[in-house]
């Protein structure tokens, strides 16, 4: 974990010390003959903001991927379509379904893993690349919960603080210091041996601990984090963070020292999330702080998909960029494991704790632990913000045009919608709901709200 503590309530941030570890305080059916032409739906792009990027998010990635600004728009652009394409064929495939991921630096090409051969070619007549592979997603997930059940049981050492599902290799991959400590730890879960790999590694993740997202906050018994992102419960304003940086009753202040909030709740190990209530002179806005203190826009909480660029934004290094390497980790600092995080090749370094995470416009989480620092590189941990707000009912501060992606009253729209999708609601993919007589599923985890309701969203939901 990533954290800071400071000497004097009136120190400069930059005057606050490092203490402790680091812990980063992440195919439709088509109509039939009789059926009028369908109305026009914006494409994945249009409808999760990547086709109108902040300067911030397209400065990050050109220092810190290597592109141009063209590059950076058209990789924004190829990984929303992508992801919506992957969400498609997950539902398509059921539970063939192995796993998708994207590669190359701006084409963002989709591979798609499947364990029937017979798939193949619908994949690649979908637009996607193949893979045939020997493990379903299912099964992988199921070995990795093995292990996370182990680790609630058993003491896990930091010989082998790492796991995770890699869909690009087909495996379940356990990092260790100690191959010893692995077979250990292996054998205890009861995990199907075949579909594990153990990796030598030398990572020792740690907590990071360190209302606009990556501003820096204080918490009241000492130590610094960052803010994830603005966040409201009815009409209680706040913020989600780490919950590694306090717990229910932790009073917090700002970054400008002046009296702020209390931590509602916090989960931590097990989870690493977070939120806090503050008082009635701050108010949640629709932002992250970019590169140089510019603000950059957030309009929804889309998961990216595997191989997808991520930026982060933290109170100690502020931008930097990477790419997400696995989703569904689990990971083990001294305090305990944290299961259910996205790991990043993203850097960060104390007091980035809490800070946001986001892909395009759309959030992603909040930042937990890691190793390395953004001299040298390293690899980091983030708490999904979509699980974090299902847990405590939150909603996501949004900006009032969340990507355009469709207005409610447009002709296209059924006059009387009804149904039991609602805004607010987080869905995850499989879920379904009614909508104007219809019925949908979901294709891509998000929060839900006005403006993205399922037949504005074709990226998001797929009408039965």
């Known amino acids: 974990m990533l954290h800071r503590h400071a000497r004097a309530a009136c120190a400069a941030l930059t005057s606050v010390t490092a203490a402790g570890a680091l812990l980063l305080t992440a195919a439709l059916p088509g109509a039939t003959a009789a059926e009028p032409a369908p109305p026009a739906t914006p494409s994945a792009a249009a409808a999760m903001g990547a086709d109108s990027p902040s300067p ?25 379509e992508a992801g919506a394409l992957a969400g498609r064929l997950h539902s398509t495939l059921g539970k063939d379904f192995a796993g998708a991921w994207v590669r190359g630096s701006v084409s963002s090409a989709l591979t798609v893993a499947t364990t029937d051969p017979a798939d193949a070619t619908a994949i690649r007549s979908a637009g996607a690349q193949a893979q045939v592979v020997r493990h379903s997603l299912d099964r992988l997930d199921a070995a990795k919960a093995a292990l996370d059940r182990a680790a609630a049981r058993t003491a896990v050492t930091q010989d082998a603080p790492v796991w995770y599902v890699d869909v690009r290799t087909n495996a379940v991959v356990l990092k260790a210091g100690l191959r010893a400590a692995a077979e250990r730890f292996l054998a205890a879960s009861g995990a199907d041996r075949s579909l594990v790999r153990i990796e030598t590694s030398t990572e020792r993740p740690r907590p990071l601990y360190d209302i606009r997202g990556g501003d820096a906050y204080h918490m009241g018994g000492g130590g610094r984090c960052s803010v994830g992102f603005a966040i409201t419960r009815g009409t209680q304003h ?28 916090s989960s931590f190990p097990g989870r ?16 992250v702080k970019g590169q140089a203190g510019q603000n950059v826009r957030v309009t929804g909480s889309t998961q990216a998909v595997v191989g997808a660029s991520i930026c982060r934004s933290g109170s100690t290094t502020g931008w930097h960029c990477g790419t997400i390497l696995q989703h569904n980790t689990s990971v083990t600092y001294p305090e305990g494991t944290i299961s259910g995080v996205t790991r990043t090749s993203v850097c960060a370094e104390p007091g980035d704790s809490g800070g946001s995470y986001i892909s395009g416009s759309q959030a992603q989480g909040v930042t937990s632990g890691g190793s390395g620092n953004c001299r ?12 974090l707000l299902q847990a405590y009912g939150l909603t996501l501060t949004t900006s009032t045009d969340p990507g355009d992606p469709g207005d409610p009253g447009d002709p296209g729209d059924p006059g009387e919608p009804g149904g039991t999708w609602a805004a607010g609601t987080v869905y995850q993919v499989g879920a379904q709901v009614t909508y104007g007589g219809a019925t949908y599923r ?3 985890g998000h929060q839900a709200q006005t403006g993205w309701e399922p037949p504005n969203v074709p990226a998001l939901w797929q009408r039965l």
């Open 56 to 80: 911030e998010i397209l400065a990050a990635m050109q220092r810190d991927l290597g592109l141009t600004d063209t590059q950076a728009r058209q990789r924004l652009v190829n990984e929303a």
């Open 238 to 265: 706040g913020f989600a963070t780490a919950g590694h940086c306090g717990r229910a009753g932790t009073s917090t202040s700002g970054y400008n020292q002046v009296a702020q909030g209390t931590f509602q709740a």
């Open 272 to 287: 690493d999330m977070a939120w806090v209530a503050t008082n009635t002179n701050w108010r949640s806005t629709p932002y």
């Open 376 to 387: 040298s590189g390293g690899t980091t941990y983030h708490q999904p913000v979509n699980p």
């Open 442 to 444: 979901c294709l891509q």
